[in-house]
């Protein structure tokens, strides 16, 4: 059982995960924003990875915090060249700073091990080329690909609707009982079930065959 701790910044409506093996201590930083608790930040002796869904600026700015501390890692299909310079630019323009360096190895099927935990690399892009979802029994933590009452959008550089809906056809393979942990919150939704997206996730997909 890992447990899960939700940071919200405000400024982009952001939802940032801190995922924590009770057991060992150890926990991922994933999608760090600007209020990432400092003591995690500035003690990150548990601190296994930090994991980004992808690489849209938000998602990224507090890399910053872990830089060559920790590896920073994420899918390949944001290392290419678009996704690259729209990271840099942005970053740059959100930070001033040069963005760390990242590790593009979380393929499909990745597993990544937290104490006894195992959890599932899962490859979504729609959103951009590189989206993941991180999987675990009961678990989904969705990125940009799927919210609580809405998706990801796909008309950002790198965005393909029709990549969207093979990657939710994907979740909906998921059991009706997993809990939907999402990148950002609207309307004071912070998560969902499966069971309660699938009808409006199917209408989707539908309108795409
Ligand atoms: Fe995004």
Redesign the pocket.
Known sequence: MLDITQVKTPAYALLSYIIQDPVSKQCIVIDPGSTIPSHICTNPMHVKAVINT?L?P??TTGNRFFAGKVPIRAHPGDSGFIMRSVHFALSTLFTARIPPKISFDLNDGVKILIGDNSIEVIHTPG??PG?ICLYWPGNLIS??TIFAGNI??TD?PGGSFSRLSESIRKILTLPDETKIWP??YYMEKYSSILYNERPSLISIVQHTQ
Request: glycine residues 22%.
């Open positions: 992808h849209h938000d998602h959103h951009s989206s990125g940009d990801g959008r950002i990148g950002h």
